[in-house]
Every structure is written in C-alpha cells, then in structure tokens.
C-alpha cells in the first residue's frame, strides 16, 4: 500500500488548457512531446508504453488514473509511508558518499512492468531525495550512474546484499534486487572500481 | 520647552527629573500597562497603527511575535522591534513543500540568522520557541541549548527537518528548565543504528520540570528504560507522546507513573515482545485507562501507530471526557469505531482514515455533537484508490455536527448536493477543504462540475476563512468565490479552472485574501497581473505548473518592489527557455535573500 509519489513515476499529469477527455490516460510513444506542466523526467522511461501488454490492448487493464502526479492527493509523505508500513513495505537505508545525512526509501514503491523501469524509477527517486541538480545517465550497457551536475561527481548506485557483500545495482532482476538488498550507498565513482565485476555472482 | 512646561503636547526628549512623571510618560505607562492586556495579534497590529506613542507602547509590551514568514523579516529587526518576546513563533517553508512541490534545500539556512540571534540574547526574556516548516540542524540546536536564557522553557518543532537525535540530545541535556518538548511531524535525519543519540537519557538526573514531550515522530528505537525513568522524575508531566516503538504494555508502565496525563499519545497500541508485554491482556489495559481518575482527566488521545484492534475499545472509559482523538494512523473500520464512538459526547476534535468509511460517519454525526473540527484523511492516497468514503459521509455530518467549524474530506467523488447541504447545515464553517482525489472529477450523480457546491459553501458560510477546493472547475465557480468569498484569509487550488478570468475573479474578489496557493491551473500571466493591487496586502502567492512566463513575472518584480519574487525551478532538465516551473511570491521587509540554491532565481 505504499505509495509514492516522486517524479519517477509519471504518465501525462493534468496539462493546463486540457479538458476531462484529453487528461485520460494515452498512449503514446516514448520520447513524444511532453506537455508544459508534464512532469515526467526526460530521462525516466514511461513504464505504459514500454509494457508490451499495455500496448497491444485497446483499454489497459489499469485504472483510469495510473498516472501519478507529484504531490497529488496532498497527503504528506511522512503520513503515507507511517501508512505503508503498516503494509508490506521495504524501507531500506540510503548513503551518498560525502553528504551528511541519510535517507530510507520503500523499495516496494518502485515495481514496475519491467526491472528496467523499477531501476530507473528508483534511481530518479534518489535523485529527488538527495539533491536537485543530480541528474542520472543511464549508458548504453546498461550502466547506471547518477551525475552532480554542479560538482561534476559521479556516483554509482551500489547496494549492500544479505551477505554483506556490496554489489552494482541493476544486475539482477528487480524483485531479486528487493529480496536481498539491505541498504543502498551511492559510491563515487572513482571509489567503485573495486567492486566485483558485473558477471560475477 | 522649558522644564517647568507640564503641559506640552509633544514627549518629552530627556527623562525627566522632576518627583511626578509628566502626563506624556504616565500616558505611556498607562498604555502599556492597557495593552498587556490585548492578546489578538490583529488588534496589537491594529494598536500599533494608531500613532507613534502607541507604537512604541505596543511594541515594549508583545509578548508573542509570530513572523509568519521567515523571510520576511530579520532577526535584528524583530529584536529592536520586539524587545519584550517571551513567544516566538517562526513558519518557514510555503505549505505545498509538504507535498514535495519544492525541491529539497530552497531555504536551508533561514535559521541560522535566527538561531545567532538568540544565543547572542537579542530577546532576553525569550521563553518558547515554535517553529513550523523549518531547517534547524543539530549545530542550530546545539547553539541554542548552550545559549539561550535559563528562564527558556519551551520548544515546539512542527513539520521541521534537518536535524537528528543529536540536536534533541543538546537541548535535553543543557535546557535546564525545559516544560515542553514537542518534536511533532518532523522528518529527521536518518541516523545509523548505532549512532542515534539517548536523547532522552540525557535529560539531567533529579526532577525535571518536563509538562509536555511528544516525539511520536522520532524513528528510532527510544531505550525503554530511559524512558520510563525520565517519566518517573517528570512530577508535572501531563502531555505525553510516544513513538510508534513504545508497546503496548511499556505504554501501560508509562502510564502508571502519569497520574496527571491529560493529553496522551499512545505508540503502536499493540502489544510487543518484551517483559512489560508479558501477559498483558485486555482487563490490564482497561484498567490502565480508569485508574488514576482518568475518565475525568484525559481529554485527548492520539497515537495508534500499529493499532492492534482487539484493545481499542479499552478506550471507551476515558470517551467521554475526551475533546480530540486522532485515529489518523489507524485503519480503523466501522464496527471498530461503532464500541466507543457513542460515548464521544464531547469530543470536539476528530481525526480519522477514510477506513471508517461512511457508515462510520454515520455514527460520528450521531454522537458527536459538539464536533468542530473533522478531518477524514485517506488510507490509500491514490486517485484511483477504492471508495471508502463519498457525499453520504458528508451529508451524514453536515446533518449530525451543526457546529463543525472546519473540515479536511478527502474522497474519491462528491456531489454538488451534498456540498450545498453541507453549506446550509453548518453555517460555522471557517475551513472548507475537500480533496476529491480524482483530478477533474465531476459531480458524480449529474456529471456537472463542481462549481455549485463550492459557490454555495463561500455563498453560505459568511465565517469562511479558508477554503481548498478539487474537482471539476469551471471559471464559473470563481466568479462565485471571488464575488461571495470576502471572507477568505487562505485559498488553495488545483487542477481547477478554464482560463485567466478565475483568478482574475479570485484576486479581483477576495479582498481580504493573505495566502494563495495554486498548482497545475491553467492561469497566465494576465491572470497574475490583475492581482497587482492586492499583493501587498497578501502573505504569499504561490504557482506552480500554470502558464506564467518570465515577462509576466519580471512586470510583478518590476511594480512591487516589496515583493520577493522567486521563480524556482524543480525540474532542471525540463524547462521551456521562458516558461516558469514554480512562481513563489511573498513579501518582505529585507529584500531578496542572499543564500539561494542554484534552482531558485530571484528577479
């Protein structure tokens, strides 16, 4: 029952000028125009169009309003997480090298159709979460890294598993990912070298 | 001007020698000692006006400054200003940065000014401190400890962040005579397990003179044993909150030491696996609520973090006497509520979960009638999210609480006749604010907009002062709210209206309108630039995801010198050249600030 509602995840939001109709969830194909008040991330994938299910049908299966808006129903954060974890809920805890804080996100927010958009929804929330000016790339390999924009830092996401060992986020599957990650530390990048090779494990 | 001259019209320009002060001076005392008397912060405003000697009067004798914008005014200026605080009051963040509208570190050091302030004894007869929607770090709460007179007593953090168990160790181990600590919806710092301060250890040995501690938003564990010996040597404790980890029967333990408790936050309310959990049973917790005379002393609870329902009804012995429950944690359901909600005959304050659905409200309108405050918050904040709770809810209270005051009703779908009703039934209303969860959604039995239940809510409720609305909005019902809301102090609005007349009606209309929050409207520049004669009289304006340009802001910056306005933008990537993400507004005494992130651009 967790909910969230961080800019990850998003369909078209309410447009201005647009009446009932056009606000109804659309398909449409990744990297289309975006509305003006659309707050979808440039770089964040639209999980509708990716899921081959979706697409092939007329009327999705989903409710009408899949589509999540940033701060809309306004019920604040720290209320609806008290909520979730009443749920089943992940909390897991959230390092950044170099800032003085740490953070907690429910993993179980981050379920999408694919690993890939659960990935890349979780990554964008780290992004909200820490600082506004990171931006996150996601290389071709599959690589994901997220980008101080000022500084010009590089960190790599990295998860610590139930045996301790610190892995590269985004090699296993998503709900594999959610099972064994204890907590999550976004390494700099020239600190990740060490870590195990992607093959192995 | 000689000495001899009693009586002189304008004030003297030294102290006078002579035995018997001069009229002028027996004038200010008399004001002075007149005005302690006045306690309305409009009418201290209003006395203020009047002219310079009742200025100053005014002046020397506040003793509760509120700056309601921390931005707005300086720390040195309310010291010269204000000399005399015991109360202050600072509000931070705009409201919709709850909602994560705002991007994380638009104003963190706001308070640092403040807290420099205080450790340097610029308001010498200092004694709480509230603040709401700030950043306070531990090193901003570590100053203040260490520096703030010992005549401090109270400290209140409402919706603030930035700082950890560290901060609240400083000020329970160096606030000697602290009565109130009241750690209330903060987001704190997350912390390693093994790096979170015992705060509450750390209050000194002996008596305390601990009135109120509430830290049911702490996340971590609270060491038992440290509470329960700090409660022990709290004697004038009567306000207790605890966090979701206390158990039910440490709960139980707690309470035995608090014969006075008056206001009580319960914890997880569930039993827990620990040595006071060890054979509890229901009897020991009823027992726990009648003794100590609590029927008659405890007037609210609150709390319920993991309820576990086979014990709620152990608290239909203290129901009766009690004037606020908060069940707003706890998805209770109606034939939970239905034990003890008959016996609330006095409860004036009720916060709920949607879970209660409307037979649930039912009930409440059927006993409750003394309810001035409702809110019904949503168990699943989802537009999409099942229907627990609709117009029959509402109608139900409307019919059954004639005195309600203000309600919070989150819903999926409304109809315009239960709102209208609800306008005719309770005509006391000061805060309307319904959230259909559903962006656009009509009336759901006519499929009209929802423009005449909210024209009849501002039509009716001449009381009106602050009002939110939802749901599908023609410009139609802002003709209504600016031709009938001239009450209105507060409006938020989203998703809602066709064009740039509704907020021209609304800034046109609501002449006493202080604070404006809009988002997702499809509102322009026109619209913001008909509010130009107004905005000086408003708090703050804020607009988000709406259609103002550059150009449009520049022109409000231009003509309203006054006014900071910040454009702040919360998605970098994102941005058309022209285009304005967020419009934030308020005005100020100091000028733009200078500790902007890189996101926010002042014009």
């Known amino acids: 029952m967790s909910v969230e509602t961080e800019r990850s995840s998003t369909e078209s939001s309410a447009a201005s000028g647009l009446d009932f109709e056009d606000t109804a969830l659309t398909l449409r194909l990744p990297g289309s125009s975006s509305s003006d008040t659309d707050r979808k991330r440039a770089s964040t994938s639209d999980p509708s169009c990716r899921s081959p299910s979706a697409a092939a049908s007329d009327s999705p299966p989903s409710p009408k309003y899949a589509a999540r808006v940033v701060g809309w129903p306004p019920v604040r954060s720290y209320r609806k997480n008290a909520l979730a974890t009443a749920a089943a809920s992940k909390f897991v805890k959230v390092a950044v090298d170099g800032a003085p804080y740490l953070r907690k996100v429910d993993l179980t927010a981050y379920a999408g159709y694919t690993s890939s958009t659960s990935y890349d929804q979780l990554l964008a929330a780290l992004q909200d979460k820490f600082f506004s000016h990171l931006t996150f790339r996601k290389l071709g390999n599959q690589e994901m890294k997220l980008v101080d924009t000022v500084s010009g830092t590089e960190y790599v996401p990295t998860y610590e598993d139930k045996d301790g060992d610190w892995m590269l986020v985004g090699d296993v599957p998503w709900r594999m990912f959610v099972e064994t990650c204890q907590r999550l530390r976004l390494m700099k990048s020239s600190e990740a070298v060490n870590l195990a090779p992607r093959a192995a494990r | ?603």
Not at chain 2, 429 to 439: A, Q, S, T
């Open chain 2, 1 to 603: 001007m000689s000495e001899e001259d009693e009586d002189q019209a304008a004030p003297p320009k030294r102290p006078r020698a002579s035995p018997s002060p001069p009229p002028d001076q027996v004038l200010d005392n008399v004001l002075e000692t007149v005005l302690q008397f006045l306690a309305a912060p409009r009418d201290r405003g209003a006395a203020s006006l009047v002219c310079r000697s009742w200025h100053r009067a005014e002046s020397a004798t506040r003793v509760t400054v509120a700056v309601r914008n921390i931005l707005a005014a300086s720390p040195a200026r309310a010291a010269r200003r204000f000399p005399n605080a015991h109360h202050i009051l600072l509000k931070g963040r705009p409201r919709f940065a709850d909602f994560n509208l705002l991007p994380p570190g638009w104003a963190g050091s706001a308070f640092r000014p403040w807290a420099a302030a205080f450790a340097s004894a610029a308001f010498p007869a200092l004694r709480s401190l509230s603040l709401k929607r700030i950043t306070v770090t531990d090193a901003d709460l570590d100053l203040l400890a260490r520096s703030l007179p010992a005549s401090f007593r109270e400290l209140s953090l409402l919706l603030c962040d930035g700082f950890s168990s560290r901060g609240l160790a400083s000020i329970a181990s160096h606030c000697r005579g602290l009565r109130v600590l009241d750690v209330v919806d903060c987001e704190m710092n997350e912390e390693e397990d093994d790096e979170v301060s015992d705060w509450v250890a750390a209050f000194p040995g002996g008596h305390t003179h601990l009135e109120s501690l509430s830290f049911e938003c702490f996340t971590p564990q609270v060491p038992f044993a440290a509470l329960e010996a700090l409660v022990a040597r709290s004697p004038r404790l009567h306000r207790l909150g605890v966090n979701q980890h206390v158990s039910l029967g440490q709960l139980r333990r707690l309470m035995a030491l608090t014969p006075r408790l008056t206001h009580l936050g319960t914890g997880s309310f569930r039993p827990g696996d620990g040595v006071e959990d060890q054979g509890l049973d229901f009897g020991q917790i009823l027992t726990a609520f009648t003794s100590a005379g609590r029927p008659n002393t405890l007037v609210s609870l609150s709390g319920f973090r993991d309820l576990a329902p086979e014990y709620l009804p152990a608290i239909a012995v203290v129901s009766a006497n009690l004037t606020s429950l908060d069940l707003s944690y706890a998805p209770v359901t109606p034939d939970q509520i239905l034990p003890f909600i008959g016996q609330c005959c006095s409860l004036e304050t009720l916060w709920v979960l949607d879970s209660v659905r409307d037979e649930g409200l039912e009930a409440v309108a059927m006993y409750c009638k003394k309810l001035q405050v409702l809110r019904v918050l949503p168990l699943d904040a989802l537009e999409d999210a099942e229907e627990l709770v609709s117009e029959v809810g509402l109608t139900a209270i409307s019919e059954g609480c004639r005195g309600l005051r203000s309600i919070l009703y989150f819903c999926q779908r409304m109809t315009n006749a239960a709102v209208i009703t609800m306008s005719q039934n309770c005509p006391e209303l000061k805060v309307f604010r319904l959230c259909i969860m559903g962006r656009h959604q009509p009336d759901h039995v006519t499929g009209e907009p929802m423009d005449e239940g909210f024209g009849a809510i501002v039509r009716n409720c001449s009381k009106l002062t602050r009002l939110s609305t939802s749901g599908r909005l023609t410009d139609r019902a802002f003709e209504y709210i600016g031709k009938y809301g001239k009450s209105l102090r507060t409006l938020s609005v989203a998703f809602a209206g066709d064009s740039d007349l509704a907020l021209q009606h609304i800034l046109q209309g609501c002449s006493k309108l202080e604070k404006l929050e809009i988002r997702d409207c499809p509102f322009g520049d026109a619209g913001l630039l008909s509010g130009m004669h107004h905005f000086y009289h408003m708090r703050f304006v804020w607009m988000s995801g709406c259609n103002l340009t550059l150009q449009g802001c520049k022109e409000v910056a231009r003509q309203l010198p006054r006014m900071v306005v910040e454009l702040i933008n919360s998605q970098p990537e994102n941005q058309r050249p022209d285009g304005v993400d967020i419009l934030y507004m308020y005005r100020s005494l100091e000028g733009p600030r200078e500790d902007v992130p890189p996101f926010v651009k002042i014009l």
